[in-house]
């Protein structure tokens, strides 16, 4: 079985300032990990996925995450934030049956002028 | 091409009664997934459909149900619905699920109410 762990249920970042939101995971069996992201009353859109391949991954919006296997971790970084950028942002793994994901709890993420 | 497109939007009733919640996939997928998302919760998955069969199921109890039809459309039915049950619902289409690209195309949702 998989699980997702997210750190910190909000974040408040200065625009401008560098975006850390945390991701660990679980999972039986080389995972698929992705990073979504909801803005107020919409569904999830899909920032950034891992698959197989290179570990650093880049995201659209100026997003990038890393796959760490030895720390099970996959966190979100993005260098400068955007007022935009305030949303809810949900970690998420895919196991090897590849019919459903396992979410985070999700980050909420404040961006102060 | 067209998104993945949910009715209705909102929706209110009370409890014991009967909902059903719809979802048109986006173009050229055959897999649909439905998701539930409490208020200040992840997404919870509850089941998905591939080529009008279940494939895959989530902890849910027997009265949530669901239905593909040939043009990859989803109905999401809730029986006896219970106050726990309000949140938001979110159907999502996929490619092939077999091609395990893992990208889910998400809904606006549809957000469900009991009282």
């Known amino acids: 079985a998989q699980s997702v762990t997210q750190l910190g249920s909000h974040v408040s970042v200065s625009e401008g300032a560098l975006v850390l939101l945390r991701c660990n995971y679980s999972s039986s069996v080389p995972p698929y990990l992705f990073w979504y992201v909801q803005y107020p009353n919409q569904g999830l859109q899909l920032l950034l996925k891992?698959?197989?391949?290179?570990?650093l991954v880049k995201g659209i919006n100026g997003f990038e995450a890393e796959f760490k296997k030895s720390e099970t971790s996959f966190h979100l970084t993005k260098p400068s934030a955007h007022m935009s950028d305030a949303a809810e942002y949900f970690c998420?793994?895919?196991?090897?049956?590849?019919?459903?994901?396992?979410f985070g709890g999700g980050t909420r993420v404040l961006v102060k002028p | 091409e067209t998104g993945v497109t949910q009715s209705p939007t909102h929706l209110i009733k009370t409890r014991g009664q009967q909902v059903t919640l719809r979802c048109s996939s986006q173009s050229g997928h055959n897999t649909v997934s439905w998701y539930q998302q409490a208020l200040g919760q992840g997404p919870q998955f509850i089941f998905q459909y591939y080529r009008e069969e279940e494939n895959g199921r989530g902890n849910f109890p027997p009265r949530f149900s669901g239905l593909q039809f040939p043009n990859y459309s989803s109905e999401l039915n809730v029986n006896a619905l219970e106050l726990d049950d309000s949140a938001l619902y979110l159907c999502?289409?996929?490619?092939?699920?077999?091609?395990?690209?893992?990208?889910?195309?998400f809904g606006e949702g549809s957000r469900l109410t009991v009282l």
């Open positions: 999502a289409s996929s490619e092939d699920w077999t091609s395990n690209t893992g990208e889910l195309f």
């Open positions: 998420a793994v895919m196991g090897a049956a590849g019919n459903k994901l396992t």
């Open positions: 891992y698959t197989t391949g290179a570990t």
